[in-house]
């Protein structure tokens, strides 16, 4: 059973950095693409990153480019955030896909953690 669990999210300054995990346990998805997308208030969830299933190519949002890096071994997934600005703050999630050849939208994930809470501060 699919099972994704978010961590690292929390209070930051502006310029800091954080990583963020995500945890697969039910250690089923090892041969899936991955994503990290983000929900601020009242705002729609927005692709951040995403991984495929080797790790052989990935994908960023402009947003992220040049500050976020997107990691994973067997298991797991990671958003190293570096440079955070306050309009990064939001809830980061967790996806994972179970085929398709698109990245960048919700509808492209089938299975969801419940998220992380990041907040960057000025």
């Known amino acids: 059973q699919v099972q994704l669990v978010e961590s690292g999210g929390r209070l930051v300054q502006a310029g800091d950095s954080l990583r963020l995990s995500c945890v697969d346990s039910g250690r089923t998805l090892s041969r899936n693409g991955m994503g990290w997308f983000r929900q601020a208030p009242g705002l729609e969830r927005e692709f951040v990153a995403a991984i495929s299933w080797n790790g052989g190519t990935t994908y960023l949002a402009d947003s992220a480019k040049g500050r976020f890096t997107i990691s994973r071994d067997n298991n797991s997934v990671y958003l190293q955030m570096n440079s955070l600005r306050p309009e990064d703050t939001a809830v980061y999630y967790c996806?994972?896909?179970?085929?398709?050849?698109?990245?960048?939208?919700?509808?492209?994930?089938?299975?969801w953690g419940q998220g992380t809470q990041v907040t960057v501060s000025s």
């Open positions: 996806a994972a896909k179970l085929y398709g050849s698109s990245w960048f939208n919700t509808v492209d994930y089938h299975y």
